[in-house]
């Protein structure tokens, strides 16, 4: 009798632990692929979504996802992710990145909006819209993010426009 009542009890704490230690399946968000994304737009005037691009040169991984490449936005807005477990990552990105146009336009970034430091870094890197009355993407079909000195003499990100 002691045994069935230390069974049913070590039963009945195991099914508790598991439960406090999982969310329902109905609580997790639901994400939508890049591909799901773009082709639920039908709105001609959205922008494509573009694929995040990855470079692991080094001790240092860099992961780049477009955010904002419309047009008519103000800026162009890059999320950049960093990860390491060996490098300091409290360089000032702004300082180290272009972005280059396959019709010749480069511009530097204006902004690297992150928390300094650290092994995993992740922030926002913003390049201005229009240089010279020109927006920079006018007419572009390809863009390339250049980073240089990030554990690597250099490490560029491309993306095709034309979607």
Avoid: Y
Wanted: net charge negative.
């Amino acid at each position: 009798m002691k045994r069935n009542i230390l069974l049913i009890a070590g039963l009945f704490l195991a099914g508790f632990l598991a439960a406090c230690g999982s969310e329902p399946a109905a609580q997790l968000p639901i994400v939508a692929t890049a591909e799901e994304a773009a082709s639920e737009s039908t709105a001609p005037e959205e922008t494509a979504v573009l694929d995040t691009a990855v470079d692991e040169q080094g001790a240092v991984s860099v992961a780049v996802t477009p955010v904002d490449l419309s047009l008519e936005a103000a800026t162009l807005a890059f999320e950049v992710v960093m990860d390491t477990h060996s490098v300091d990552l409290s360089m000032d990105l702004a300082e180290l990145a272009t972005l280059t146009t396959d019709n010749g336009r480069t511009v530097s970034a204006t902004l690297w909006d992150a928390v300094p430091g650290g092994h995993h870094v992740s922030g926002m890197l913003t390049f201005p819209a229009v240089v010279e009355g020109t927006a920079v993407l006018e007419g572009a079909a390809e863009l390339t993010l250049t980073l240089t000195g990030v554990d690597s003499p250099s490490r560029t990100f491309t993306w095709s426009l034309n979607q």
